[in-house]
Nanobody, 128 residues
Framework: QVQLVESGGGLVQAGGSLRLSCAAS????????MGWFRQAPGKEREFVAA????????GYADAVKGRFTISRDNAKNTVYLQMNSLKPGDTALYYC?????????????????????WGQGTQVTVSS
C-alpha cells in the first residue's frame, strides 16, 4: 500500500532551521507531484510548498517564500522541505502529499483537494 512518512520535525528556536523529509513507498514516485501542507492548532490546513514530478517547477505560499525550499530526489523516493529563518508562526503539524500527474504534466499543485495520498504529519514547533 502507499505510504508517505514524514520526519525531521522538532523544537527549534526562532531564526533556526529544520529540514523535513517525506519518504514515499508503494507508488511510482516519479509520476507524482508532491506538496507540503501544514495545520496549526485551531486553524485549517494550508498550503506551504509544492513541486512538479521532476522537481523542476515549484511554488510556495507567500508566508514562506524566500525562507522555505522544496526539493525531491526521485532516486530515493523522497521529497524535502528545507525551512530557514523559522518563526513562531511556522509552528504546525506538517504533512506531505502526493498527486498523480499526467506523463506530460510539469505542474505543481497548491490545492489540497487535488492530492491523492497524505502522510501522518511531523510536528514543527518554533519557540520565540
Amino acid at each position: 500500500q502507499v505510504q508517505l512518512v514524514e520526519s525531521g520535525g522538532g523544537l527549534v528556536q526562532a531564526g533556526g532551521s529544520l529540514r523535513l523529509s517525506c519518504a514515499a513507498s508503494g507508488l511510482p514516485f516519479s509520476r507524482y507531484a508532491m506538496g507540503w501542507f501544514r495545520q496549526a492548532p485551531g486553524k485549517e490546513r494550508e498550503f506551504v510548498a509544492a513541486c512538479s514530478k521532476s522537481g523542476g517547477n515549484t511554488g510556495y505560499a507567500d508566508a514562506v517564500k524566500g525562507r522555505f525550499t522544496i526539493s525531491r530526489d526521485n532516486a530515493k523516493n523522497t521529497v524535502y522541505l528545507q525551512m530557514n529563518s523559522l518563526k513562531p508562526g511556522d509552528t504546525a503539524l506538517y504533512y506531505c502529499a502526493a498527486k498523480y500527474a499526467h506523463y506530460s504534466s510539469s505542474a505543481y499543485y497548491p490545492v489540497e483537494y487535488e492530492y491523492d495520498y497524505w502522510g501522518q504529519g511531523t510536528q514543527v514547533t518554533v519557540s520565540s
